[in-house]
């Protein structure tokens, strides 16, 4: 059956995306059609070093392809926000359309930034201020998600609770808000690759901790939903 309920009117996050998206469509084609004619890298192994590089037509397509994702999934999440019939539902679509935005965002600048410098190594003070900025950023509105396919800690314990998703996603933007503060505070103290991968290592650790929050508060919701 059609839904025909009227839809809200696009929001700043929606124009924002629209912007953005375009930018970052822009950038792709530029660096496709007039980038830099050497090689650039594209790949980074365990050790922070470029183990791979790539012409200009290959790193433009996936700047291009990750602008492509930007505008798909931030302005679908934007579009069932719209549609969305509770306001507090809008709003947790919202928040879910804004974290993908400023992370998308912040990863097709971070990987467009090191193919264009011809950065041999991630292992350095700048990558780290990006990664600990854009840590901060995502972390600063993921406890706000809603249910969504997207973004936040989508585990199957959190779909089938209500309170799973909101005490693990909270969980999860707290704990990367605090790693994006400590590694932007940090960085000119500590000693490089070290930090980019303290940074790394302690986003996996996270990630692990909301996972397993979902699952413990999954399990003791008296409202929950079987499998």
Known sequence: ???????????????????????????????????PTGLMPIHFN????????????????????????????????????RKAAEPARSRALRFAQLVTLISLTGATLFAAALSLSGATSIGTLAPMLAISVLMMATGAFLGRVGPNP??????????????AWER?????????????LFGLVS????????GVIAVVV??????????????????????????
């Open 1 to 35: 059956m059609t839904d025909t309920r009227p839809s809200a009117p696009a929001s700043a996050i929606d124009v924002a995306t629209l912007g953005i998206s375009a930018i970052l469509l822009g950038l792709g084609l530029w660096i496709f059609f007039a980038g």
């Open 46 to 81: 365990v050790h922070g070093d470029a183990d791979d590089w790539a012409g200009r037509e290959t790193v433009g397509a996936l700047i291009l392809a990750l602008g492509l994702a930007t505008l798909a999934l931030s302005g679908g999440l934007g579009h069932f926000a």
């Open 150 to 163: 997207i973004v936040g800690v989508r585990t199957p314990w959190a779909f089938k609770s209500k309170l």
């Open 168 to 180: 693990s996603n909270r969980l999860a933007g707290r704990l990367l808000f605090l790693i994006g």
């Open 187 to 194: 960085a000119p103290f500590m000693p490089q690759p070290f």
């Open 202 to 227: 302690a986003v996996l650790v996270a990630v692990v901790l909301a996972a397993v929050e979902s699952w413990r508060v999954w399990r003791n919701d008296p409202d929950r939903q079987p499998f």
